[in-house]
């Protein structure tokens, strides 16, 4: 499965002859899928196919691309905000990867996370359990569960500006689509200020009409999982780091350290990479020298209970969600999404 992934990754990232004739192969592929998604839209759009309603308050977060926008944490920021507030909200998700509900649980432990592949029931079952509010996570594309506000993630460093579908990209859904948000966060962990600004320049002719966000994903401090034992991210610097992550765009979180004066010895996996016991054994055996092995927070979940004692201690970053531009536009979405309740 692992060799999979990756190869579907260097199809859709590889800038030689190689995957480049892949990519030219799979378009009638791409165009078909495009077709279906725009024909789904059109009978959703016009009530041929059905949305359905539920009693309380629903924030979706969602995004265009397979992964690599910080759809969990800003869904756990935006549940979080929402109890500040006095709600009483959940998390209801598909669960792709067994490691996104225990990464809300983690980062929310008083807030209920529900994993359920029909979200309509996930969320009737919240309801349930004494939800007065909902955030869905990773639910852009599905439709069938309305929403009050329909927040779109677009990363701007996974940006290219080549817009390819799947199955010759990781797009799900062409750029138009962001039409349909309420709102539109620009995402960043490293990308430039170019970077950013490029994506926002394409956003706004795709979307004029849809207000625009912009949030810094923000590694927050290291944290062991064997005693729960804090260090501020600064410790990094100097250090020798092995770092573990099966995200989309690790490259991203090995810059985030390497930022911080930590000399980094990549492992990077697929995104939603479920390690075995020999590849942890593996990893932990060429630890040798390295005053640090760190990995996302995505990643600890799944690595903590497979981890030997005897390689020492395994540390993981969360990402914290920073408003940098549109907090305004924000709040104002989370008052109106509040007051539908009443």
């Not at 594309?141 to 779109?152: I, T």
């Not at 996996?269 to 990995?295: G, Q, T």
């Not at 969360?318 to 309740?341: N, V, W």
Request: charged letters at 25%.
């Amino acid at each position: 499965m692992a060799d999979r992934r990756q190869a579907i990754e260097r199809i859709w990232k590889g800038k030689g002859r190689g995957p480049k004739i892949v990519r030219a192969a799979l378009s009638p592929l791409e165009l078909f899928y495009r077709g279906a998604m725009a024909v789904r839209g059109k009978l959703y759009d016009r009530g041929i196919l059905p949305s359905y309603d539920v009693s309380v308050p629903v924030l979706s977060v969602g995004n265009l691309t397979v992964g690599g926008t910080g759809k969990t944490p800003t869904a756990a920021w935006f549940a979080h905000e929402l109890e500040r507030r006095g709600a009483i909200p959940a998390v209801v998700l598909r669960g792709y990867g067994a490691d996104e509900p225990l990464v809300h649980e983690r980062l929310n432990p008083t807030i209920p996370v529900l994993k359920s592949a029909d979200r309509l029931r996930g969320m009737r079952e919240a309801i349930a359990l004494g939800a007065d509010s909902i955030v869905l996570d990773d639910a852009y594309q599905h439709r069938r569960a309305r929403r009050d506000a329909n927040v779109l993630l677009v990363s701007a460093d996974g940006w290219t500006g080549n817009v390819r579908l799947l199955p010759a990209g990781p797009w799900r859904e062409p750029l138009a689509a962001a039409r349909r948000a309420s709102l539109i966060i620009v995402t960043r962990k490293v990308a430039s200020a170019a970077q950013v600004e490029a994506v926002r320049s394409a956003l706004g002719k795709a979307a004029p009409s849809v207000p625009l966000a912009q949030a810094h994903l923000v590694p927050a401090d290291l944290r062991s999982t064997y005693t729960g034992e804090r260090l501020p991210l600064k410790t990094l610097a100097g250090a020798d780091v092995m770092a573990i992550a099966a995200i989309a765009h690790p490259e991203a979180f090995f810059k985030q350290l390497a930022e911080q004066g930590a000399v980094v010895r990549p492992r990077g996996f697929p995104d939603h990479h479920s390690f075995s016991r020999k590849e942890v054994r593996a990893l932990a055996s060429s630890v040798e020298s390295s005053d640090f092995v760190v990995c996302t927070l995505k990643d600890a979940v799944k690595l903590e209970r497979l981890w030997p004692a005897e390689a020492g201690s395994l540390w993981y970053v969360s990402q914290r969600f920073r408003i940098d531009r549109g907090e305004r536009q924000i709040s104002k979405m989370l008052d109106d999404l509040l007051a539908t309740e009443q």
